[in-house]
T-cell receptor, first 110, second 111 residues
Framework: KNEVEQSPQNLTAQEGEFITINCSYS?????LHWLQQHPGGGIVSLFM???GKKKHGRLIATINIQEKHSSLHITASHPRDSAVYIC????????????FGKGTHLIIQP | DAGITQSPRHKVTETGTPVTLRCHQT?????MYWYRQDPGHGLRLIHY???????DKGEVSDGYSVSRSKTEDFLLTLESATSSQTSVYFC??????????FGPGTRLLVL
């Protein structure tokens, strides 16, 4: 069973700061997902990556397969980025579901 | 947004009663999943389906059963609800081994 650990569990920062959330896993994977869950509860997929780096707007996700580690970065953070960010991994192609970290609760203060 | 709905969105029931949650998609995606989300545990896989009548167990399947008789519907049944099944239940879909799209969730309270 893959163990997915996220750090930090909670993060409070000021608007404009550069944010980094980390994710590590214990067993080799086929892909890693970053998800966002807003206070209303809805879950949105941000990235799926199996190597290298992806960028979407102010969000950047990187993965190091050899080190079993991924990071999610937010540049120029804004209060609307306040949410829970969840790392999840898939094994063997992903058809049999995801294994999730417990999430990082991010608060961006104006 | 992917066309995925869950019903009911909220439900309160009593211990020992049967409960069925429905996930409906309009995307014709092959894969469907049921997860539960609990404080301190995060999201965990209950059951999943890789096609009509093809289902398999996830990490926390005890006390749950599923059925998929049509591509668009994936039902999760609690045969005899217990208080430990109080949770938020999310359905998700994916086309092939790609991004998963999540439904809005169902809040279930078992008294």
């Amino acid at each position: 069973k893959n163990e997915v650990e996220q750090s930090p569990q909670n993060l409070t920062a000021q608007e404009g700061e550069f944010i980094t959330i980390n994710c590590s896993y214990s067993v080799g994977i086929s892909a890693l997902h970053w998800l966002q869950q807003h206070p209303g509860g809805g879950i949105v997929s941000l990235f799926m990556l199996s190597s290298g780096k992806k960028k979407h707007g102010r969000l950047i996700a990187t993965i190091n397969i050899q080190e079993k580690h991924s990071s999610l970065h937010i540049t120029a953070s804004h209060p609307r980025d306040s949410a829970v960010y969840i790392c999840a991994v898939e094994e063997g192609g992903g058809a049999d579901g995801l294994t999730f970290g417990k999430g990082t609760h991010l608060i961006i203060q104006p | 947004d992917a066309g995925i709905t869950q019903s009911p969105r909220h439900k309160v029931t009593e211990t020992g009663t049967p409960v069925t949650l429905r996930c409906h998609q309009t995307e014709n995606h092959r894969y469907m999943y049921w997860y539960r989300q609990d404080p301190g545990h995060g999201l965990r896989l209950i059951h999943y389906s890789y096609g009509v009548k093809d289902t398999d167990k996830g990490e926390v399947s005890d006390g749950y059963s599923v059925s998929r008789s049509k591509t668009e519907d994936f039902l999760l049944t609690l045969e005899s609800a217990t208080s430990s099944q109080t949770s938020v239940y999310f359905c998700a879909i994916s086309h092939t081994q790609e991004t998963q799209y999540f439904g809005p969730g169902t809040r279930l309270l078992v008294l």
